[in-house]
């Protein structure tokens, strides 16, 4: 059973930075996609960044996100990262962490079989 958990979230002031962490667990990941989303109240769950587990560059969201937000893994412990900077009162939403065992990167919501619970992050002014 694929179990994702995500932690890491918090208040942050405006330029500010934040890492969120997902340990994944249940399964070997080696042949999944793996992404990052966010949800902000009131407003529809929007794709942050995805990469393949095993190899290869991630794929990031254009716009206020690009450049300031970078995903990175360390295998040994199953964990998926993803360092935010220059927060931006904005970026206040809920982080969740998502997987699929497909290796093609995907950026919608509805590709991504498995789920964590989400991270809380706000950013004050």
């Known amino acids: 059973q694929v179990q994702l958990v995500e932690s890491g979230g918090g208040l942050v002031q405006a330029g500010g930075s934040l890492r969120l962490s997902c340990v994944a667990s249940?399964?070997?990941?080696?042949?999944?996609?793996m992404a990052w989303f966010r949800q902000a109240p009131g407003k529809e769950r929007e794709f942050v960044c995805s990469f393949l587990w095993s190899r290869g560059p991630a794929y990031y969201a254009d716009g206020s996100m690009e450049g300031r937000f970078t995903i990175s893994r360390d295998n040994t412990k199953n964990t998926v990262f993803l360092q935010m900077s220059s927060l931006k009162p904005e970026d206040t939403a809920v982080y969740y962490c998502a997987a699929v065992p497909r290796p093609t990167r995907p950026i919608r919501v509805v590709d991504y079989e498995f789920w964590g619970q989400g991270t809380q992050v706000t950013v004050s002014q």
């Open positions: 249940g399964r070997d990941f080696s042949a999944y996609s």
